[in-house]
């Protein structure tokens, strides 16, 4: 069994999709678009590039989103995907990757739990945590 994230987007699913798959190192190993999908007549001509599902593998982890409907989009809060690493270069790398045109929450430093802990809002508001614990 496995628990995957599901984020959902106001017609930006596809750039945020592109944008982890660069900053995370993954892939996307799936890409439906609604006018690609059997309800393609049934769907507005101006919503048929939206993704209807995607999928984005990344260092044995995964994440899934799509682009919500008009008028049915909840920007996200009180949730955060939390990538946790073995190495400090790798908090690093995810970190910054992350935060590119989007906003600090909490730099990247050591705290008393991690070797490396920080949090960002990316530039399609998805919060991430990066962190990197130390040692027990």
Same mark, same amino acid.
């Given at each position: 069994? !496995?628990?995957? +994230?599901?984020?959902?987007?106001?017609?930006? $699913?596809?750039?945020?999709?592109?944008?982890?798959? #660069?900053?995370?190192?993954?892939?996307?190993?799936?890409?439906?678009?609604?006018?690609?999908? +059997?309800?393609?007549?049934?769907?507005? +001509?101006?919503?048929?590039? =939206?993704? /209807?599902?995607?999928?984005?593998?990344?260092?044995?982890?995964?994440? /899934?989103?799509?682009? $919500?409907?008009?008028?049915?989009? #909840? =920007?996200?809060?009180?949730?955060?995907?939390?990538?946790?690493?073995?190495?400090?270069?790798?908090?690093?790398?995810?970190?910054?990757?992350?935060? !590119?045109?989007?906003?600090?929450?909490? +730099?990247?430093?050591?705290?008393?739990?991690? *070797?490396?802990?920080?949090?960002?809002?990316?530039?399609?508001?998805?919060?991430?945590?990066?962190? $990197? *614990? =130390? *040692?027990?």
């Amino acid at each position: 069994m !496995k628990l995957i +994230p599901y984020l959902n987007f106001d017609g930006q $699913c596809e750039a945020a999709f592109k944008f982890y798959e #660069q900053a995370l190192g993954g892939k996307i190993v799936f890409m439906l678009t609604h006018g690609n999908s +059997p309800m393609a007549e049934q769907t507005a +001509p101006e919503w048929r590039d =939206k993704i /209807m599902h995607i999928h984005l593998e990344f260092n044995g982890m995964a994440v /899934m989103g799509s682009d $919500c409907p008009p008028g049915y989009y #909840q =920007k996200p809060q009180g949730v955060s995907l939390s990538i946790n690493v073995d190495k400090i270069a790798d908090a690093e790398r995810f970190y910054h990757a992350l935060v !590119k045109n989007g906003n600090i929450t909490m +730099p990247l430093d050591k705290t008393f739990w991690a *070797e490396r802990f920080g949090m960002v809002q990316d530039q399609f508001g998805i919060s991430w945590m990066i962190n $990197c *614990e =130390k *040692e027990v």
